[in-house]
């Protein structure tokens, strides 16, 4: 694990004009992360069927970073989509939750003090989680979720081939399906192949070292796509079996009539706080873990040195945390 970024600050919301201001953290146009900035804004309130959270960590995703780089719109932008934190008020109606109880949620604005989050995309976050280990989990976990058991619904039976293991949606991919008791083959680079192994796959093939197309051809009942940008539709196609499915986070337009093609994306079909619980029994239960590589402060300097590190090879999920 490489070590935390070492900068603490503590920040505290205040009172101005009679109204509760918070810290945030965004932009207003596009560039590196040097465009980072930190704003005064008002605490967002919870309507129904919202809570407010009091944010405790932050999880990095690379969507994030493209935003910022093709901003263009002067306004004030507020990023952060993967939040753990405490609930610190409950919106009209809201029975399920109590003040003070751990959470973890999908929603947006989080690089900020507090944050406001859709009952749906909410669930609640045990104490043998920590606060950092569930912000690092949520989008890529929410993405390999459904795409095994909404975009496709996968088998014990099945030979599941994963293009990305090494990456956060593929690691979480290989244990989810290792879990099912499929036959699963992880594809990545030779530097990883002992990590992805460690997960359970049956067998792990080296892009880098060899021809992936031709070493698993027509190998897949379920070829799965998560590598940067769904790089490769020709060679998913190779490796899946006649009459299988592909599931693919690439955005080509691909047809053929040897398989199915699905793509992944946003879907009110399952919710985020439906996948989101039944990872987090996983991990709860010691099925499901994903490594945590840095952690910086909730801050106008860590959030600039996290995203720094984004842009740069990274071993772990870099994750922002509250002091």
Known sequence: MLPTFSLKVTLTAKLENGGIIMEAF??????????????????????????????????????????????????????????????????????????????????????????????????????????????????????????????????????IIIKGASGGVGEIAVQLAVASGATVIGIGASQNEARVKALGVSEYVAYDQQKIAQVLANRGDLVVNVAMNGAGDDDDLAMVKPGGVIVTVSHGAVSSSKATFVHIRPTDGMSDGAALEALIDLMAAGNLSLPVGQTFPLSLDGIIAAYSALEEPHDGRLVLTAQ
């Open 26 to 159: 965004g932009f207003t146009h596009g560039g590196g992360p040097e465009v980072f900035e930190q704003f005064s804004l008002p605490t967002p309130e919870p309507i129904s069927n919202q809570i407010q959270i009091e944010v405790k960590a932050v999880g990095l995703n690379n969507r994030e970073r493209m935003e910022r780089k093709l901003a263009s719109s002067g306004r004030q932008i507020v990023t952060g989509r993967d939040v753990t934190g405490v609930v610190s008020k409950l919106g009209d109606g809201v029975t399920n939750y109590t003040v003070g109880q751990r959470v973890i949620a999908h929603t947006e604005h989080g690089d900020a003090q507090y944050v406001v989050a859709d009952l749906d995309a909410v669930t609640p976050l045990p104490d043998s989680i920590s606060f950092e280990v569930g912000a690092a989990m949520i989008t890529p976990g929410i993405t390999a979720y459904k795409a095994l058991n909404f975009f496709t619904q996968m088998q014990p039976s099945q030979t």
